[in-house]
């Protein structure tokens, strides 16, 4: 039996992404304003900016994080990833770009996957990154035989961990790997102070925080060997001060205050230590 998302948190995440700062017009715009011509665009324009942060990048760590998770899962040429919750598609181009392999971008947002597929056209790697939109929670939409089940910023969206993987891991080729970073609970709240600022994180976010065991759990206990678990909390905690920091440079209406209240509710919980960043790698043993 598949869990699929409930129509109030799909609602919710629809409205989070409709107003969210980093989008298309805004990686376009930044462009243009920097002088950049969108004629034979790079990735890299899109996925670097170190002046002001407007990237296709939406997770902590930006392109930095994604080359050091993939060269750990051992991403190459003739992998097949899946990127399940790709957003903008901006960690599914850098690993095309960067490692010559095959992404499927996996999108439930109509317009986050419209763009993504735009986008991808522009930098020109539509012949190795595709996306499709879909609800992960509501089926594999006949994906088989992936290498590298992909994870960004983005399972912290899904209720339910164990129902997820008995989707997806039958789909992954044995010795595949299953690679995810994302936020997690730590610890539980102490007193309605701190669980105020919970509960408010997972409102802003469309989130579940759960704690990383639960996610260790319901991998081991599907044939899948966790190799290794890093912490990234201390970069999580940087790129949240700095989003507060440099959106004072991007245009007036860009940064919605709920967005800015996200970034301010993120970096008290990872100060109190109530959250943390993850970045996890298992191996699908059969």
């Known amino acids: ?12 995440l629809d409205a989070i992404y409709a107003s969210h700062p980093l989008n298309e017009r805004t990686l376009l715009a930044r462009l243009e304003r920097q002088g950049i011509p969108l004629a034979g665009l790079s990735e890299w324009s899109l996925a670097i900016d170190p002046d002001t942060g407007i990237t296709d990048q939406n ?23 899946v990127d399940i919750g790709a957003g903008l598609g901006g960690p599914a181009r850098v690993l095309a770009q960067a490692f010559g392999c095959s992404v499927v971008g996996i999108e439930q947002d109509q317009n986050r996957y419209e763009a993504a597929v735009r986008l991808t056209e522009r930098v020109g790697l539509a012949s ?27 399972w912290v969206h899904f ?24 936020a997690f609970l730590l610890r539980e709240p102490s007193g309605s102070e701190e669980l105020h600022v919970v509960r408010s994180l997972e409102n802003l976010w469309g989130a579940h925080l759960l704690p990383i065991n639960r996610w260790q759990s319901a991998l081991e206990t599907r044939r899948c060997t966790v190799m290794q678990v890093h912490d990234h909390t201390s970069e999580a905690h940087a790129y949240f001060r700095n989003c507060l920091s440099v959106s004072s440079k991007w245009p007036n ?24 960043t993850r970045q996890l790698i298992a191996i699908k043993e059969s």
């Not at 039996?1 to 919710?12: E, H, K």
């Open 159 to 182: 209720p339910n961990p164990e129902a997820f993987l008995d989707l997806w891991i039958p789909t992954i080729r044995p010795r595949g790997r299953v690679v995810m970073s994302d």
């Open 128 to 154: 190795r990154v595709t996306f499709r939109k879909h609800d992960a929670l509501s089926g594999t939409a006949g994906l088989e035989n992936i290498d590298v089940l992909w994870g960004q910023s983005a």
């Open 59 to 81: 997770h902590p760590g930006g392109v930095e994080a994604v080359l050091t998770l993939a060269v750990a899962a051992k991403v190459g040429v003739t992998s097949a990833v």
């Open 1 to 12: 039996m598949t869990q699929s998302r409930g129509d109030q948190d799909v609602a919710s």
């Open 253 to 276: 209406g860009t940064v919605t205050a709920a967005e800015m209240q996200s970034w301010s509710c993120a970096g008290e919980a990872l100060e109190r230590r109530l959250i943390g």
